[in-house]
């Protein structure tokens, strides 16, 4: 299975040579993946932000399953179904209100896209035509498409090799570290004020991650930013896109981001959790304002639709998968995550190796002094049952909501084994 893989397939932010270890899948349930090998692992990363409930859960099986039997996806254009119609009325239902319309897709990157494209057509429809760039903050990341790039931190995102095909955005620093964020001092509060102030005539919006800073760095910032944001979007009249791709759906311990500060954005984007992992699908949700001003405004359309837009299964299956998340108690769930995420990466955080540690909701996370050698520390990882991708200096651990206690401390017990193996001789 390896050989033909090497030989065939690509795989994420990877070489075509790539020379890193590879563990084939047979199945997976609840929170346990099982290798080919025979091999059991315990899932620290629920398949990068996706799998709340687990894998292989029976609801979502059932609900995708019905579906199945209907009908698996018919054209969005003059066609609508069920499945996309109440699953847009529940997200309606669980965000603020001024959010209306629902815009489906394949991917987050392509929400983010779409979003970027819903800021520029407001701004056409209001006659602002010079108002199509975007400000970000460095550290962000809204994914790999070449206009979710041009916003994504351009060293991450390794600007240099794609620069003359990038769009020009504007970039301001990132929001402080929570524990050192202080509104009246705070340096990227005043550099983003500044900046919209003497370039809001060109500026669609503003995008950010809200409260976490995902793949970018997995940076947590202080909610009085986000509200201090929202003032000074509105003061100099750009929009305020949320992308809550990664932190939507109670990874924080919030609902979403934006209610740790009680803050509403213009456009939301939302993604991966969406379907609790089952399939691709994003959305991208506008205020009543934006859909109207666009509506009203030749050409009086919006100028984007997917071939599989509002795909059936990915529908019925995310609308499964909000159901499930309301029928328990995640808030509690994602509390207790976070209790013995904080007690054990305390403890962890004691090794030399280790810069920092932080924790928000059901993300607790590692800052290495050192880039972590990937292939060898997984490695380490899968000998020991847990399943973990760190990234450049970060290691982190975000399981399904519905670990237990005790899965989570057999978890961070063996990550602390790892962590002092690989790291032994400081
Ligand atoms: C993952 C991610 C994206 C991109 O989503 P894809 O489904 O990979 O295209 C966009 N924004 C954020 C914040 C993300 O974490």
Redesign the pocket.
Known sequence: MIKDDKLFVWHPYASAVDKNPLYAVEKAKGVYIYLDSGKKLIDGMSS??CVINGYNHPELNKAIKQQVDKFSHIMFGGFTHNPAIQLAKKINEITPSSLQKVFFSD??????EVAMKFSIQYWYSQNKTSKKKFLTVKNG?????IG?MSISDPINGMHSIFNKSLLKQIYVAKPEDARLYNKKTSKSLQQMENTLKKLNSSIAAVII?PILQ??GGMRIYHSDYLVQLRKLCNKYNVLLIL?????GFGRTGKLFGFNHANIVPDIL?L??SLTGGYM?L?ATVVTKKIAKSISEKAPGIFMHGPTYMANPLACSVALANLNLLFSYDWEKNVKSIETILNDDLEKISKNKAVKDFRVIGAVGILEMKEKVDVGSIQKKFVQHGIWLRPFSNLIYVMPPYIISKKELKFLMKQLNTVINMEYKDL
């Open positions: 990068w932000w991917s987050g990157s392509v929400s983010v990341y809204h994914g790999d498409t979710t991650e995902g793949a992308d809550e791709v990664a932190t984007c993604g991966k691709s994003a």
